[in-house]
């Protein structure tokens, strides 16, 4: 997407590139009460008196060794993510019909421990939203393994399920991939750390990995594993976006025989009548594949430019073997390849919302990002979808008064409006 998510941490000159969708509480309560849980449970009675915990103690080891823990399948009306909490004076219970439940309801407890113990209340809790996710674009703004720990830390917190990893576009490849070593070793650094200036500057160019100064970095599969594996143990299913067939130029910097002119630079998408993107692509799946466990897997599909398939003699001769009567029929093309080799691996496709333009398989998911609409088509048509509207979910947009704020990428989005879209939507 060209559209990227900054939020700057601290004093540090950090940006953090996420995309909160739509669906970060659980549903609201509308009682109001003392404590300030967040997300605020679907009930919540709270009663006089503390259970008594060493709050330090509890912090340090854990507060684990107190609570009563329940597993019980018969609870269907919490389902599976779900759970139910009693503290009283003498006792904590938590119930809950799978792990996941039982690691919320812990959640819940220690956003409830304070000095003087944890308050007496007895909740009842499940999602309002089966997809609850949060979004991290490394391509433009690389982060070490040990940032996107500290943020799935951040998003266990407030009971997010879902991690989509932003791993491939046009700020660099961020992933090692066996068998096209050059993605990184060529793909992966560029001379300008300012994701802007570096885009808008008049040299816009990608170095060799070890290049002295240079900006950039990736995972090897071995800190991929590591963040899956910190991720499950956080109840954190990991999405992968591997980018096709746009937003690519870090792509043809090593391979630049997948784009239509030969070189890199030149337009961002993939060479459609070149047989070579296909087996590109499916080779680079099949290590994704073998990588992630996650049943979804994200494509991008989006923002293609299409101005290099027109003057390309693979493409029109594409175009004319198929029968296709526009370019936009080539983008449907590679996205129809890459949910029909994701189906046969039993994985199921997401892609940005211009994949409605394609006839797509009834289980494939549309992500909204051009505003709600896509989403809104896409739920008529009967697929399911995400809500990543800009507007609202887009944390790299103006939070105030321009001047008053970092730099963002534009727009104006202040958390006030997510909150309420969230809410009340
Ligand atoms: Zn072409």
Same mark, same amino acid.
């Given at each position: 997407?060209?559209?990227?998510?900054?939020?700057?941490?601290?004093?540090?000159?950090?940006?953090?590139?996420?995309?909160?969708?739509?669906?970060? &509480?659980?549903?609201?309560?509308?009682? *109001?009460? /003392?404590?300030?849980?967040? $997300?605020?449970?679907? !009930?919540?009675?709270?009663?006089?008196?503390?259970?008594?915990?060493?709050?330090?103690?509890?912090?340090?080891?854990?507060?684990?060794?107190?609570?009563?823990?329940?597993?019980?399948?018969?609870?269907?009306?919490?389902?599976?993510?779900?759970?139910?909490?009693?503290?009283?004076?003498?006792?904590?219970?938590?119930?809950?019909?799978?792990?996941?439940?039982?690691?919320?309801?812990?959640?819940?407890?220690?956003?409830?421990?304070?000095?003087?113990?944890?308050?007496?209340?007895?909740?009842?809790?499940?999602?309002?939203?089966?997809?609850?996710?949060?979004?991290?674009?490394?391509?433009?703004?690389?982060?070490?393994?040990?940032?996107?720990?500290?943020?799935?830390?951040?998003?266990?917190?407030?009971?997010?399920?879902?991690?989509?990893?932003? &791993?491939?576009?046009?700020?660099?490849? *961020?992933? /090692?991939?066996?068998?096209? $070593?050059?993605?990184? !070793?060529?793909?992966?650094?560029?001379?300008?750390?300012?994701?802007?200036?570096?885009?808008?500057?008049?040299?816009?160019?990608?170095?060799?990995?070890?290049?002295?100064?240079?900006?950039?970095?990736?995972?090897?599969?071995?800190?991929?594993?590591?963040?899956?594996?910190?991720?499950?143990?956080?109840?954190?299913?990991?999405?992968?976006?591997?980018?096709?067939?746009?937003?690519?130029?870090?792509?043809?910097?090593?391979?630049?025989?997948?784009?239509?002119?030969?070189?890199?630079?030149?337009?961002?998408?993939?060479?459609?009548?070149?047989?070579?993107?296909?087996?590109?692509?499916?080779?680079?799946?099949?290590?994704?594949?073998?990588?992630?466990?996650?049943?979804?897997?994200?494509?991008?599909?989006?923002?293609?430019?299409?101005?290099?398939?027109?003057?390309?003699?693979?493409?029109?001769?594409?175009?004319?073997?198929?029968?296709?009567?526009?370019?936009?029929?080539?983008?449907?093309?590679?996205?129809?390849?890459?949910?029909?080799?994701?189906?046969?691996?039993?994985?199921?496709?997401?892609?940005?919302?211009?994949?409605?333009?394609?006839?797509?398989?009834?289980?494939?998911?549309?992500?909204?990002?051009?505003?709600?609409?896509?989403?809104?088509?896409?739920?008529?048509?009967?697929?399911?979808?995400?809500?990543?509207?800009?507007?609202?979910?887009?944390?790299?947009?103006?939070?105030?008064?321009?001047?008053?704020?970092?730099?963002?990428?534009?727009?104006?989005?202040?958390?006030?409006?997510?909150?309420?879209?969230?809410?009340?939507?």
């Amino acid at each position: 997407m060209n559209i990227i998510s900054s939020f700057r941490l601290e004093s540090k000159n950090l940006c953090v590139l996420f995309v909160l969708s739509l669906s970060l &509480l659980f549903a609201c309560a509308p009682e *109001r009460v /003392q404590v300030n849980l967040i $997300p605020q449970p679907v !009930s919540i009675k709270q009663s006089k008196g503390y259970f008594k915990v060493d709050s330090v103690k509890a912090e340090k080891e854990g507060i684990e060794s107190y609570i009563h823990c329940t597993i019980d399948s018969a609870l269907k009306e919490i389902g599976n993510e779900g759970y139910l909490l009693s503290v009283t004076p003498e006792r904590i219970e938590l119930s809950a019909t799978t792990s996941t439940g039982i690691y919320y309801g812990k959640k819940t407890l220690y956003q409830l421990l304070t000095s003087q113990g944890i308050p007496c209340i007895a909740i009842k809790d499940y999602p309002r939203f089966q997809y609850r996710g949060m979004h991290l674009d490394v391509s433009r703004h690389f982060f070490s393994k040990e940032e996107v720990l500290k943020l799935l830390d951040a998003m266990s917190y407030y009971k997010i399920n879902t991690f989509h990893f932003h &791993l491939t576009d046009n700020g660099g490849w *961020r992933i /090692q991939i066996d068998k096209y $070593p050059k993605l990184t !070793s060529m793909g992966s650094y560029r001379t300008e750390k300012d994701w802007l200036k570096w885009w808008d500057g008049d040299v816009r160019e990608f170095v060799p990995e070890n290049t002295p100064g240079a900006y950039g970095g990736y995972y090897t599969k071995e800190d991929i594993r590591d963040i899956l594996q910190y991720a499950a143990e956080r109840h954190i299913n990991v999405i992968p976006e591997i980018e096709f067939p746009a937003h690519s130029d870090e792509v043809f910097v090593g391979y630049p025989e997948l784009c239509c002119m030969g070189k890199p630079y030149t337009s961002g998408e993939f060479c459609i009548g070149n047989e070579k993107t296909f087996t590109f692509m499916e080779d680079v799946l099949s290590e994704i594949i073998e990588l992630f466990p996650s049943k979804y897997i994200h494509v991008g599909g989006d923002e293609a430019r299409k101005t290099a398939w027109k003057g390309c003699p693979k493409c029109q001769a594409l175009m004319k073997r198929m029968n296709m009567k526009s370019l936009d029929d080539l983008q449907c093309y590679i996205i129809q390849k890459a949910e029909t080799f994701l189906n046969s691996k039993g994985r199921t496709m997401i892609g940005w919302d211009e994949i409605l333009k394609n006839d797509l398989d009834s289980s494939s998911i549309v992500m909204s990002y051009r505003g709600q609409r896509g989403a809104i088509v896409a739920a008529n048509k009967g697929f399911r979808a995400v809500m990543t509207p800009g507007e609202v979910l887009y944390f790299d947009w103006y939070q105030a008064e321009p001047r008053t704020q970092p730099q963002a990428m534009y727009g104006f989005s202040p958390i006030k409006r997510c909150i309420l879209s969230i809410q009340f939507r």
